[in-house]
Protein backbone atom coordinates (compact mmCIF):
# COMPACT_ATOMS: atom_id res chain seq x y z
CA UNK A 1 0.00 0.00 0.00
CA UNK A 2 1.36 3.28 -0.61
CA UNK A 3 2.47 5.58 1.78
CA UNK A 4 0.33 8.70 2.73
CA UNK A 5 3.42 10.79 3.23
CA UNK A 6 5.39 9.83 0.81
CA UNK A 7 2.21 10.34 -1.69
CA UNK A 8 2.00 13.87 -0.19
CA UNK A 9 5.62 14.77 -1.20
CA UNK A 10 5.46 13.68 -4.64
CA UNK A 11 2.12 15.11 -5.00
CA UNK A 12 4.09 18.32 -3.60
CA UNK A 13 7.47 18.23 -6.35
CA UNK A 14 4.90 17.61 -9.01
CA UNK A 15 2.95 20.91 -8.43
CA UNK A 16 6.69 22.40 -7.25
CA UNK A 17 7.51 21.30 -11.19
CA UNK A 18 4.55 22.34 -12.76
CA UNK A 19 4.98 26.15 -11.24
CA UNK A 20 8.37 26.40 -12.42
CA UNK A 21 7.41 25.17 -16.01
CA UNK A 22 5.68 28.13 -16.16
CA UNK A 23 8.65 30.22 -15.54
CA UNK A 24 7.27 31.68 -12.34
CA UNK A 25 9.45 29.87 -9.47
CA UNK A 26 13.11 30.61 -8.86
CA UNK A 27 14.87 28.09 -6.95
CA UNK A 28 16.92 30.00 -3.76
CA UNK A 29 20.60 30.67 -4.94
CA UNK A 30 19.87 30.99 -9.21
CA UNK A 31 20.77 32.99 -11.42
CA UNK A 32 18.41 36.14 -11.29
CA UNK A 33 19.85 36.32 -15.36
CA UNK A 34 18.52 33.21 -16.23
CA UNK A 35 16.03 33.60 -18.90
CA UNK A 36 12.41 32.80 -19.47
CA UNK A 37 10.11 32.84 -21.80
CA UNK A 38 5.66 33.32 -22.39
CA UNK A 39 5.59 29.43 -23.81
CA UNK A 40 7.49 27.90 -21.75
CA UNK A 41 10.51 27.46 -24.46
CA UNK A 42 13.23 24.88 -23.65
CA UNK A 43 16.36 27.58 -23.70
CA UNK A 44 20.20 26.58 -22.95
CA UNK A 45 22.56 28.50 -21.42
CA UNK A 46 23.45 31.82 -23.44
CA UNK A 47 26.81 31.91 -24.81
CA UNK A 48 29.15 34.35 -22.37
CA UNK A 49 30.34 36.73 -25.07
CA UNK A 50 33.77 38.98 -24.80
CA UNK A 51 34.56 42.28 -25.54
CA UNK A 52 35.66 41.80 -29.02
CA UNK A 53 32.41 40.67 -29.83
CA UNK A 54 30.92 43.86 -31.88
CA UNK A 55 26.89 44.19 -31.76
CA UNK A 56 27.41 47.41 -34.55
CA UNK A 57 24.01 48.82 -35.84
CA UNK A 58 22.20 48.22 -39.20
CA UNK A 59 20.49 50.90 -41.02
CA UNK A 60 18.04 48.58 -43.09
CA UNK A 61 16.97 48.33 -46.52
CA UNK A 62 14.52 51.20 -46.63
CA UNK A 63 15.70 54.32 -48.38
CA UNK A 64 15.47 57.05 -45.77
CA UNK A 65 11.97 58.55 -46.03
CA UNK A 66 9.91 55.20 -47.18
CA UNK A 67 6.74 55.02 -46.31
CA UNK A 68 4.09 52.34 -45.84
CA UNK A 69 5.38 48.69 -46.89
CA UNK A 70 8.34 48.88 -49.56
CA UNK A 71 9.43 45.07 -48.67
CA UNK A 72 9.85 44.54 -51.70
CA UNK A 73 13.73 43.12 -51.28
CA UNK A 74 13.20 42.21 -47.14
CA UNK A 75 10.07 39.51 -47.76
CA UNK A 76 9.09 41.12 -44.67
CA UNK A 77 5.43 41.84 -45.71
CA UNK A 78 5.39 37.91 -46.28
CA UNK A 79 6.39 37.52 -42.50
CA UNK A 80 3.25 38.96 -41.36
CA UNK A 81 3.83 42.42 -41.76
CA UNK A 82 0.60 44.84 -42.36
CA UNK A 83 1.92 47.67 -44.20
CA UNK A 84 -1.39 49.96 -43.75
CA UNK A 85 -2.94 52.41 -41.56
CA UNK A 86 -4.95 52.30 -39.02
CA UNK A 87 -8.44 52.69 -39.29
CA UNK A 88 -10.06 55.16 -36.88
CA UNK A 89 -11.26 52.22 -34.54
CA UNK A 90 -7.53 50.97 -34.34
CA UNK A 91 -6.28 54.58 -33.54
CA UNK A 92 -8.64 55.23 -30.80
CA UNK A 93 -8.19 52.05 -29.65
CA UNK A 94 -4.51 52.57 -29.22
CA UNK A 95 -4.88 56.54 -27.97
CA UNK A 96 -6.65 55.23 -25.33
CA UNK A 97 -4.29 52.76 -23.69
CA UNK A 98 -2.26 54.21 -20.74
CA UNK A 99 1.23 54.57 -21.30
CA UNK A 100 3.35 52.06 -18.72
CA UNK A 101 6.03 53.35 -15.99
CA UNK A 102 7.29 52.78 -13.23
CA UNK A 103 8.51 55.18 -10.07
CA UNK A 104 7.25 58.28 -10.44
CA UNK A 105 5.06 57.15 -13.93
CA UNK A 106 9.01 58.12 -15.35
CA UNK A 107 9.48 61.84 -15.11
CA UNK A 108 10.13 65.51 -16.07
CA UNK A 109 13.04 66.85 -14.64
CA UNK A 110 13.00 70.61 -14.20
CA UNK A 111 11.79 72.07 -17.52
CA UNK A 112 10.76 69.54 -20.33
CA UNK A 113 13.45 68.93 -22.79
CA UNK A 114 12.08 66.36 -25.32
CA UNK A 115 11.73 67.40 -28.83
CA UNK A 116 9.53 65.25 -31.12
CA UNK A 117 10.66 63.36 -33.93
CA UNK A 118 8.72 64.27 -37.01
CA UNK A 119 11.09 62.36 -39.31
CA UNK A 120 10.08 58.07 -37.66
CA UNK A 121 10.96 57.12 -41.08
CA UNK A 122 14.82 58.40 -40.95
CA UNK A 123 17.12 55.95 -39.25
CA UNK A 124 17.56 55.19 -35.90
CA UNK A 125 14.20 56.73 -35.30
CA UNK A 126 12.24 53.95 -37.73
CA UNK A 127 13.70 51.35 -35.54
CA UNK A 128 12.37 52.71 -32.18
CA UNK A 129 8.87 50.90 -32.18
CA UNK A 130 5.70 51.63 -30.04
CA UNK A 131 4.56 48.46 -28.32
CA UNK A 132 1.01 47.92 -27.31
CA UNK A 133 -0.96 45.25 -25.44
CA UNK A 134 -4.21 44.93 -23.33
CA UNK A 135 -3.70 47.30 -20.76
CA UNK A 136 -0.95 49.57 -22.04
CA UNK A 137 1.55 50.71 -24.24
CA UNK A 138 5.44 50.66 -23.98
CA UNK A 139 8.44 51.51 -26.21
CA UNK A 140 10.89 49.47 -27.30
CA UNK A 141 13.71 49.02 -29.87
CA UNK A 142 14.76 46.74 -32.87
CA UNK A 143 18.27 45.11 -32.33
CA UNK A 144 17.86 42.15 -34.98
CA UNK A 145 15.52 41.00 -37.89
CA UNK A 146 12.84 39.65 -35.92
CA UNK A 147 13.86 40.74 -31.90
CA UNK A 148 13.06 44.22 -29.80
CA UNK A 149 14.78 44.81 -26.81
CA UNK A 150 12.23 46.47 -23.65
CA UNK A 151 12.04 47.10 -20.57
CA UNK A 152 10.54 42.94 -18.56
CA UNK A 153 7.49 45.51 -17.38
CA UNK A 154 6.51 45.54 -20.83
CA UNK A 155 6.37 42.03 -21.40
CA UNK A 156 5.50 40.85 -17.53
CA UNK A 157 3.79 42.61 -14.53
CA UNK A 158 6.98 41.26 -12.71
CA UNK A 159 6.61 38.96 -9.44
CA UNK A 160 5.06 35.00 -8.97
CA UNK A 161 1.83 36.89 -8.63
CA UNK A 162 2.34 38.67 -12.01
CA UNK A 163 1.40 37.79 -15.78
CA UNK A 164 2.49 37.75 -19.34
CA UNK A 165 1.58 40.92 -21.82
CA UNK A 166 -1.04 39.87 -23.95
CA UNK A 167 -2.15 40.28 -27.66
CA UNK A 168 1.51 42.63 -27.71
CA UNK A 169 1.51 44.53 -31.18
CA UNK A 170 4.71 46.21 -32.61
CA UNK A 171 4.95 49.75 -34.84
CA UNK A 172 8.33 50.90 -35.18
CA UNK A 173 8.53 54.68 -36.57
CA UNK A 174 5.23 55.11 -35.60
CA UNK A 175 4.00 58.76 -35.62
CA UNK A 176 0.03 59.48 -35.01
CA UNK A 177 -2.21 57.97 -36.64
CA UNK A 178 0.30 56.55 -39.35
CA UNK A 179 2.58 53.12 -38.95
CA UNK A 180 4.83 53.71 -41.93
CA UNK A 181 6.25 50.21 -42.00
CA UNK A 182 2.92 48.84 -40.79
CA UNK A 183 3.07 46.47 -37.20
CA UNK A 184 3.52 42.82 -36.49
CA UNK A 185 2.48 40.91 -33.30
CA UNK A 186 4.54 38.51 -30.92
CA UNK A 187 5.77 35.50 -31.59
CA UNK A 188 7.26 35.20 -27.96
CA UNK A 189 8.18 37.18 -24.89
CA UNK A 190 11.02 37.10 -22.61
CA UNK A 191 12.44 38.06 -19.46
CA UNK A 192 14.60 36.49 -16.29
CA UNK A 193 13.89 35.07 -13.05
CA UNK A 194 15.48 38.17 -11.57
CA UNK A 195 11.45 40.10 -12.84
CA UNK A 196 9.16 37.41 -13.31
CA UNK A 197 10.59 36.25 -10.22
CA UNK A 198 11.89 38.81 -7.90
CA UNK A 199 10.08 41.91 -9.48
CA UNK A 200 13.44 43.29 -8.81
CA UNK A 201 14.12 46.36 -10.96
CA UNK A 202 17.74 45.92 -11.55
CA UNK A 203 16.72 43.20 -13.67
CA UNK A 204 13.89 44.60 -15.45
CA UNK A 205 14.76 43.94 -19.01
CA UNK A 206 12.66 41.76 -21.83
CA UNK A 207 12.15 41.32 -25.60
CA UNK A 208 9.55 40.91 -27.91
CA UNK A 209 10.42 38.26 -30.40
CA UNK A 210 7.96 38.97 -33.30
CA UNK A 211 6.17 37.03 -36.08
CA UNK A 212 7.63 39.07 -38.53
CA UNK A 213 11.49 40.10 -39.83
CA UNK A 214 10.54 43.89 -40.11
CA UNK A 215 14.02 44.78 -38.80
CA UNK A 216 15.69 43.66 -41.75
CA UNK A 217 13.33 46.87 -43.31
CA UNK A 218 13.91 49.53 -40.32
CA UNK A 219 17.07 48.50 -39.73
CA UNK A 220 18.06 47.55 -35.63
CA UNK A 221 20.35 49.41 -33.03
CA UNK A 222 24.02 47.85 -31.61
CA UNK A 223 24.51 46.92 -28.16
CA UNK A 224 27.68 48.61 -26.23
CA UNK A 225 28.25 46.73 -22.92
CA UNK A 226 31.35 47.09 -20.97
CA UNK A 227 31.93 46.95 -16.77
CA UNK A 228 33.74 50.19 -16.84
CA UNK A 229 31.72 53.72 -15.27
CA UNK A 230 29.57 54.96 -18.07
CA UNK A 231 29.20 58.45 -15.81
CA UNK A 232 29.83 61.22 -18.11
CA UNK A 233 28.67 59.51 -21.55
CA UNK A 234 26.71 61.55 -23.62
CA UNK A 235 23.01 59.34 -24.56
CA UNK A 236 19.76 59.80 -25.87
CA UNK A 237 16.40 58.43 -24.75
CA UNK A 238 14.18 58.10 -27.47
CA UNK A 239 11.04 56.82 -27.62
CA UNK A 240 6.76 57.23 -27.18
CA UNK A 241 5.52 58.93 -24.10
CA UNK A 242 2.22 58.63 -22.93
CA UNK A 243 1.25 62.13 -22.44
CA UNK A 244 2.61 62.62 -26.21
CA UNK A 245 0.20 59.92 -28.02
CA UNK A 246 1.14 58.03 -30.50
CA UNK A 247 4.21 60.31 -31.00
CA UNK A 248 8.33 59.85 -31.38
CA UNK A 249 10.02 61.91 -28.45
CA UNK A 250 13.84 62.07 -27.68
CA UNK A 251 15.97 63.63 -24.82
CA UNK A 252 19.54 63.75 -24.96
CA UNK A 253 21.77 64.20 -21.91
CA UNK A 254 24.75 62.50 -20.37
CA UNK A 255 24.81 59.71 -17.61
CA UNK A 256 25.23 61.23 -14.15
CA UNK A 257 25.50 58.04 -11.80
CA UNK A 258 27.03 54.40 -13.08
CA UNK A 259 25.83 51.39 -10.89
CA UNK A 260 26.77 47.71 -11.58
CA UNK A 261 22.99 46.71 -12.98
CA UNK A 262 21.90 50.52 -13.68
CA UNK A 263 22.40 54.17 -15.04
CA UNK A 264 20.67 57.10 -13.77
CA UNK A 265 20.44 60.49 -16.12
CA UNK A 266 18.01 63.80 -16.20
CA UNK A 267 17.18 63.12 -19.56
CA UNK A 268 13.16 64.07 -19.47
CA UNK A 269 10.85 61.26 -19.76
CA UNK A 270 7.13 60.03 -19.11
CA UNK A 271 5.28 56.91 -18.58
CA UNK A 272 5.16 54.83 -22.18
CA UNK A 273 9.00 55.50 -22.69
CA UNK A 274 9.52 52.46 -20.45
CA UNK A 275 11.75 50.17 -22.52
CA UNK A 276 12.94 52.92 -24.83
CA UNK A 277 16.85 52.77 -25.74
CA UNK A 278 19.40 54.80 -24.19
CA UNK A 279 22.07 55.08 -26.67
CA UNK A 280 24.70 56.66 -28.30
CA UNK A 281 26.07 57.57 -32.04
CA UNK A 282 29.81 55.78 -32.22
CA UNK A 283 31.83 56.66 -34.84
CA UNK A 284 33.16 54.26 -36.96
CA UNK A 285 35.86 51.39 -35.58
CA UNK A 286 35.02 52.57 -31.79
CA UNK A 287 35.19 49.60 -29.62
CA UNK A 288 32.26 47.65 -28.71
CA UNK A 289 30.09 48.95 -31.28
CA UNK A 290 29.37 51.53 -33.96
CA UNK A 291 26.60 53.55 -34.97
CA UNK A 292 23.75 53.67 -33.07
CA UNK A 293 24.74 51.56 -29.84
CA UNK A 294 22.03 50.81 -26.52
CA UNK A 295 23.90 51.13 -23.28
CA UNK A 296 20.79 50.28 -21.56
CA UNK A 297 17.16 50.41 -21.34
CA UNK A 298 15.44 52.80 -20.22
CA UNK A 299 13.03 51.78 -16.82
CA UNK A 300 11.94 53.46 -14.20
CA UNK A 301 11.59 57.17 -13.04
CA UNK A 302 11.83 59.07 -9.65
CA UNK A 303 11.58 57.07 -6.45
CA UNK A 304 13.33 55.99 -3.67
CA UNK A 305 16.27 57.23 -2.33
CA UNK A 306 19.19 58.67 -4.05
CA UNK A 307 20.87 58.12 -6.26
CA UNK A 308 17.03 57.11 -7.63
CA UNK A 309 15.04 60.00 -6.21
CA UNK A 310 16.79 62.61 -8.58
CA UNK A 311 16.99 60.45 -12.00
CA UNK A 312 15.24 58.69 -14.39
CA UNK A 313 17.01 55.37 -14.70
CA UNK A 314 17.64 52.22 -16.71
CA UNK A 315 18.85 48.54 -16.71
CA UNK A 316 22.62 48.28 -18.01
CA UNK A 317 23.59 46.28 -20.63
CA UNK A 318 26.12 44.14 -18.72
CA UNK A 319 27.77 41.32 -20.19
CA UNK A 320 25.03 39.13 -18.72
CA UNK A 321 22.36 41.36 -20.66
CA UNK A 322 24.27 41.21 -23.77
CA UNK A 323 24.54 37.74 -23.58
CA UNK A 324 20.92 37.13 -22.90
CA UNK A 325 19.87 39.44 -26.01
CA UNK A 326 21.71 37.78 -28.15
CA UNK A 327 20.53 34.21 -27.84
CA UNK A 328 17.05 35.81 -27.61
CA UNK A 329 17.98 37.24 -30.95
CA UNK A 330 19.35 33.49 -32.08
CA UNK A 331 16.40 31.74 -30.95
CA UNK A 332 13.81 30.38 -33.48
Not at 41 to 48: D, F, H, K, V
Not at 54 to 73: H, I, K, V, W
Not at 317 to 326: C, E, G, S
Amino acid sequence: MTDKKLSSSTVLAAALLLIAGAGTVQAAGSNPHQPVSSDRQELAAPERLSAEVRMDSFEGFAPQGTLLGRFEDTGAAADGAEPTLDTAADFWEAMRLPGLGRGSLESIIGPDNRIQVNGTTSFPYRAVALITFDGGRCTGWFYGPDVVATAGHCVHSGGTGGAWKSNVRVYPGRNGGVSPYGSCTAKRLYSVTGWVTNNNEQYDYGVVKLNCSLGNTVGWFGRWWQSASLTGISQTVSGYPGDKPLTQWRSTGSIAVTQTRQVFYKNDTAAGQSGAPVYQNRAAGSSFCSGYCGMAIHTTGLHGGSPHSQNNHATRITQDVANNLTAWRNAN
